[in-house]
Every structure is written in C-alpha cells, then in structure tokens.
C-alpha cells in the first residue's frame, strides 16, 4: 500500500512500540495498528482495542 499523492501526505498509526499515534513512515507496521484516516482515529485504537480487550475477558468471566 505504497501511495504517494494523497491529500494528507500519509496515514495515520498507533506505535505499540511507542504508544503513541504516529504519522506516515517510521516505526514497521508490523509494530503499529493501522493505518487510520486521522490522528484521532490512530489515537482511539488502543481505547478500542482495551475496550474490546475488557469485553472479551467479562464474557469470559461469566
Ligand atoms: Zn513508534
């Protein structure tokens, strides 16, 4: 998914490694979700995936 040309010059990740949204090259995918339309996008992931994470273990509980 190799695109030069776009409006916004890159897509958006969160870095697993950094724990943080990052933007365009840097960290390997393979460390990062994504890619994201947006900063705030990126930055929901980790909420969405914890979320998913808790849900997952209350299911699990029961
Ligand atoms: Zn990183």
Redesign the pocket.
Known sequence: MVDSGSQGGGDWWF?L??M?A?HGA??PNK??MGPYGSQADASDALALARERNEAWRAQDAD
Request: contains cysteine; positive net charge; glycine residues 12%.
């Open positions: 870095c490694k950094h943080k990052e840097g960290c460390d990062r």
